[in-house]
């Protein structure tokens, strides 16, 4: 890489969090306007963290050698499936591109809304991009700054980040599966019926979590097999344990999504077996009231002032039974009855 390229000034304006991190440990936050001269340190790992939106930045990112051009391609392109690779280029590139929780600022709710990271790292160097405010960098940031966690290396920052992101997906899991348990006790124990929007938000929520976050398994996969030559074999066990959870949180999102589905399959059989009660009810009162119908009607009958029928009771009964008998006889041969 050439030394004038860098030497340029940084955009400072769509730098979200810089983060310089020494292999002796104690990493600390880098002023903005020092981020030129850190990326010329070989002595010290980097995190940027930088704000996709912002026009500076695009352009940067079209004239910078820090970033293979093939990336810098696919961003502009608006890639949001989730992948990684190598890019032979650049001491071995690599990018992910990974779904993560937008950060929804004055709302304590979990919401599962998805926006797009990428991440971009090389053996001293990880660079993230996002259009909106992401729970999980932001949560790095934070604990970065708190002294909570302190890698010595842009690698274990990456596995840092996949840590936290699946924390993040843990934790709306388990507020789901909460909510799922409510629901099935409610039900099963007869109180009430658990509302038709509620199950059905449950089950959009992992069927969406499960079409964003499948992906990755494959990707991760296709990673292991083809592991960037800076990966220690330790990067490489902290990957499969990645890999391992990542499994299981999807196999958790399956799981709920089938237990939201089979709920509302047993909460249509409960309304179903509700409505036949109450129809059971209502054809018994009609029984039961059929007779007094049928008396009064016969009874309630004034022929006298109908021309034609004065005297003629019986046979006006007789027509009645005639075609009460034909209705009977086309119902049963369309088989209704």
């Known amino acids: 890489m050439t030394t004038e390229v860098i030497s340029k000034p940084f955009p400072v304006a769509g730098v979200v969090f810089a983060w310089a991190m020494p292999s002796s440990g104690n990493g600390y936050e880098i002023p903005l306007f ?11 790992s980097i995190w940027l963290h930088l704000n996709l939106s912002n026009s500076q930045i695009q352009r940067w990112l079209e004239n910078t050698p820090l970033i293979p051009e093939r990336v810098v391609e696919m961003i502009q392109e608006g890639v949001n499936l989730s992948r990684l690779e190598r890019i032979e280029k650049l001491n071995d590139c690599l990018l992910m591109v990974m779904n993560d929780f937008q950060q929804e600022f004055g709302d304590e709710g979990l919401d599962s809304s998805l926006g797009t990271l990428w991440a971009i790292v090389t053996p001293r160097l990880m660079i993230s991009l996002r259009n909106n405010p992401l729970r999980t960098t932001d949560k790095l940031r934070y604990d970065l700054r708190s002294g909570q966690l302190n890698p010595v290396s842009a690698i274990e920052l990456f596995h840092e980040l996949l840590d936290l992101r699946a924390e993040q997906l843990r934790t709306l899991l388990t507020h789901l599966s909460a909510d799922m348990d409510e629901l099935e006790e409610n039900l099963l124990k007869g109180r009430e019926f658990p509302e038709h929007e509620s199950l059905g938000r449950i089950r959009i929520q992992c069927s969406r979590l499960r079409r964003q976050f499948s992906p990755e398994l494959i990707a991760l996969h296709r990673l292991l097999k083809r592991l960037p030559y800076w990966f220690s074999d330790e990067d490489k066990n902290g990957l499969n344990d990645d890999l391992d ?35 059971q009810v209502l054809s018994v009162m009609t029984v039961i009231f059929l007779p007094m119908t049928l008396i009064s009607g016969i009874m309630g009958m004034n022929m006298e002032d109908l021309p034609g029928l004065k005297g003629s009771f019986y046979e006006v009964m007789i027509v009645m039974s005639i075609a009460g008998a034909a209705v009977y006889a086309s119902l049963k041969l369309k088989r209704i009855i």
């Open 245 to 279: 959870l990542l499994t299981y949180l999807v196999q958790e999102i399956s799981s709920l999504y089938d237990r939201a589905k089979v709920l509302q399959d047993e909460q249509a059989a409960h309304v179903a077996e509700f409505n036949a009660k109450n129809l």
């Open 34 to 44: 020092e981020i030129t001269d850190a990326l010329e340190n070989p002595d010290i």
